[in-house]
């Protein structure tokens, strides 16, 4: 009766969770028989809407991260892009973190369950070069919004730059536990929450060659807000 007060089957599932933890103190207490909680069925997890950028929309936000601001968010956008960090393991990544060869991730919500070394491929190195990572910019809540604009995705969800990373990394690595170490998840949680399949496999291959070169000498074209003029 409490938990169906609930609509939303994460959160019953969490108050679940906290009851059950209660009763079996209180029977290791003896201050009662039975955990009420085992005698309820299994609440189903709820399944995540999956989307992924297509390989033109990653181009447009690219070109957007390149022009907007001189390049502020470029680097930021490049890491999510080439290495599937989480938007709280890029919120915690110092200057420090990032090697040429590697991004070392200890930050981000998961950052008492997991500790990983992510490696820098070719195309995110090459973003690193001319756009070093430095932090995350101020107002990057207000610069990102912006970016999204520019992208004119058909599909925007949640999470959808590390949702285009994995499912990228899945079917340029055709090993699915490279993928999941590489992006600190589980198989299920990849399948479940991130994966979109692609059978493109030549768009595969050149996702995997955005450098800053080839996105600017594309014809892509952004729509950015234009700098104040003032006329004098």
Avoid at 112 to 123: G, N
Avoid at 183 to 211: P, Q
């Amino acid at each position: 009766k409490v938990l169906g007060e609930y609509p939303a089957p994460g959160t019953r599932r969490s108050f679940k969770t906290i009851f059950g933890i209660f009763f079996r103190w209180a029977i290791r207490h003896h201050y009662c028989l039975e955990n009420p909680c085992e005698r309820l069925d299994k609440i189903p997890q709820e399944m995540s809407e999956i989307a992924a950028l297509s390989l033109e929309e990653s181009k447009r936000l690219l070109r957007a991260a390149m022009e907007y601001k001189d390049g502020v968010t470029a680097p930021v956008v490049a890491i999510g892009l080439f290495a599937g960090l989480r938007p709280s393991e890029i919120r915690d990544l110092k200057k420090n973190d990032v090697f040429e060869d590697r991004i070392r991730v200890a930050g981000g919500k998961m950052r008492r369950k997991i500790k990983r070394v992510v490696p820098v491929v070719p195309v995110l190195a090459a973003w690193l070069k001319e756009y070093p990572f430095i932090g995350l910019p101020s107002g990057w809540d207000y610069k990102f919004k912006t970016l999204k604009k520019a992208t004119r995705a058909e599909k925007w969800v949640q999470d959808i730059i590390r949702h285009t990373s994995i499912t990228f990394q899945a079917e340029r690595d055709r090993d699915e536990a490279i993928t999941v170490a590489n992006c600190g998840t589980s198989l299920e949680m990849l399948n479940r929450h991130y994966r979109v399949i692609l059978d493109d496999a030549e768009a595969v291959e050149e996702f995997w060659k955005l450098t800053p070169a080839k996105v600017r000498s594309s014809k892509v074209e952004v729509d950015l807000p234009k700098p104040r003029g003032i006329d004098w």
